[in-house]
């Protein structure tokens, strides 16, 4: 019998936080995205790495092109904290 661990993802399982920090994304609305977006990417010009990761993950949310759940996250997380300061 094979043990497995429950707090482990399975290969190509996405982390179940993955729908809430999209959702928390989409209701942030399009306006205040390009915003964000146009922060990170002049910051990102300067040679800050968050920066540079958060624009390209924006770039292809943005261009509805395939993101893994752990870049969505950390994403979601950065511009939350964001919000909340």
Not at 26 to 33: A, D, Q, T, V
Not at 43 to 71: F, H, K, Q, W
Request: hydrophobic share 35%; with cysteine; charged share 25%.
């Amino acid at each position: 019998m094979v043990k497995t661990d429950r707090g482990t993802l399975k290969g190509q399982e996405p982390h179940p936080a993955y729908p809430n920090a999209l959702e928390y994304l989409s209701k942030l609305g399009y306006e205040k995205l390009m915003i964000y977006q146009e922060a990170f990417a002049s910051t990102a010009i300067e040679g800050n790495r968050l920066a540079e990761v958060c624009v390209g993950t924006m770039n292809r949310l943005l261009e509805y092109e395939p993101i893994s759940d752990r870049y969505l996250l950390g994403l979601a997380w950065t511009i939350r904290n964001m919000e909340e300061e």
